[in-house]
């Protein structure tokens, strides 16, 4: 979904749109070391099922600034 629309309600597609936005992220070059440790720390916390909405708020945001 754009990073415009609402994020979706449930976990489960929460997670994979997070996945696509933090494996785009992880694919350009430029970041930093930390930038990119906070991302995969974002893949460790899906995995564990500790992803909440306010992560996924910040991260749609951040990929939009980010030019997503």
Do not use: W
Request: hydrophobic share 35%; charged share 30%; no cysteine.
């Amino acid at each position: 979904a754009p990073a415009d629309e609402p994020a979706p309600g449930d976990p489960d597609s929460r997670n994979a749109e997070a996945l696509v936005l933090i494996n785009k992220l992880l694919a350009r070059s430029g970041h930093s070391a930390d930038f990119r440790q906070e991302l995969e720390g974002y893949k460790a916390d899906i995995a564990a099922g500790e992803f909440t909405e306010a992560d996924q708020s910040y991260l749609r945001a951040l990929y939009k600034r980010l030019g997503g």
